[in-house]
């Protein structure tokens, strides 16, 4: 979580290393938008969450971090060793899920 771009991929090859065989990783994140004022640095996600009688409303702001969708890490991961088992993709988020071969 809130690992910098430049560190994904030394922390994939330690999460591959550590992993056993037939181990997955899941990965979920935001997509970021393409900023269309330089000086934009965050974001805003709304985040509802349905709990057993009650809603919750409310929402985070992150560090917009451009080039770093499920393409990024689907590159990285392939890079590493991981192999993937599923891609879900909606207006927003994207979802990975990545397997250590054996």
Do not use: C
């Amino acid at each position: 979580m809130y690992i910098a771009p430049a560190d994904h991929a030394k922390v994939f090859q330690e999460i591959h290393r550590v992993l056993r065989p037939g181990s997955r990783l899941l990965i979920w994140d935001v997509v970021f938008p393409r900023k269309t004022d330089p000086r934009q640095l965050l974001v805003m996600y709304p985040l509802h969450i349905q709990l057993p009688g009650k809603a919750i409303n409310t929402g985070y702001g992150v560090r917009i971090a451009e080039g770093q969708g499920a393409e990024h890490f689907l590159e990285v991961a392939g890079a590493t060793g991981f192999e993937v088992r599923t891609r879900k993709s909606e207006t927003g988020w994207f979802y990975l899920e990545l397997r250590k071969a054996g």
